[in-house]
Nanobody
């Protein structure tokens, strides 16, 4: 059974940068398309970004600005989400997401989820 883990919650200051990691185990990482979602306090979980199996195709939510960048390292079984110029409104629980057969999207999340990691941005 594939497992996804997003190690380490983060408390960061506004204006800084952050790279989240998602470590995948239990199966061949390159078989999975990967995505990131987030859920802010009092809001629904929302799609942030996704990357295809080989890493060549990336997708972002319409609401996500160029501050976000998704990537993956198939040699390290890890997907990443880099966020630049952090804002207090980026405060949320960030979830890693994966699927064997399709790239996760707003309307069709992947089948597998990590437990989430808290990101708090202080002003």
């Amino acid at each position: 059974q594939v497992q996804l883990v997003e190690p380490g919650g983060k408390l960061v200051q506004a204006g800084g940068s952050l790279r989240l990691s998602c470590v995948v185990s239990g199966d061949i990482f390159s078989n999975y398309a990967m995505g990131w979602f987030r859920q802010a306090p009092g809001k629904e979980r929302e799609f942030v970004a996704a990357v295809a199996w080989g890493g060549g195709r990336r997708y972002y939510a319409d609401s996500v600005e160029e501050r976000f960048f998704i990537s993956r390292d198939n040699g390290k079984n890890t997907a990443y989400l880099t966020i630049d110029i952090l804002r207090p409104e980026d405060t949320a629980v960030y979830y890693c997401n994966a699927d064997l057969t399709h790239v996760p999207s707003k309307t069709d999340p992947g089948q597998y989820w990590g437990p989430g990691t808290q990101v708090t941005v202080s002003s």
